[in-house]
């Protein structure tokens, strides 16, 4: 098993920024890939971001490209996701996952979830 756990969520101007942390404890491995998703009420999960452990291989959504950045530390355990230029758009229920499939937007190719920061974005 994996624990994951999200912190740096907030309350944020419509034009700033935030920076979310995930640390990962238990059964971490270096063939997991790590990714960020959001959802916001009454939508479905969305994904936001992910990065290969090991190989540092980025992948993201289209509605926070140039915006957000991943990026993680393998000493902590933790991975990052710097957010920038954010709007009320960005308001949502923030999530951080581990799976071991690359490439992948899907929620469903995530096994382990954190229990979610909320970002709110005021306009």
């Known amino acids: 098993q994996m624990q994951l756990a999200e912190s740096g969520g907030g309350l944020v101007q419509a034009g700033g920024s935030l920076r979310l942390s995930c640390v990962a404890s238990?059964?971490?491995?270096?063939?997991?890939?790590m990714g960020w998703f959001r959802q916001a009420p009454g939508k479905e999960r969305e994904f936001v971001s992910s990065?290969?452990?090991?190989?540092?291989?980025?992948l993201y959504g289209n509605s926070v490209k140039g915006r957000f950045s991943i990026f993680n530390d393998k000493a902590k355990n933790t991975v990052f996701l710097q957010m920038n230029s954010l709007n009320p758009e960005d308001t949502a229920v923030y999530y951080c996952?581990?799976?071991?499939?690359?490439?992948?937007?899907?929620?469903?190719?995530?096994?382990?979830w954190g229990q979610g920061t909320q970002v709110t974005v005021s306009s």
């Open positions: 996952a581990a799976g071991l499939t690359a490439y992948t937007t899907s929620p469903s190719a995530y096994t382990y």
């Open positions: 238990g059964r971490t491995q270096s063939s997991y890939v």
């Open positions: 990065i290969g452990w090991i190989s540092g291989i980025t």
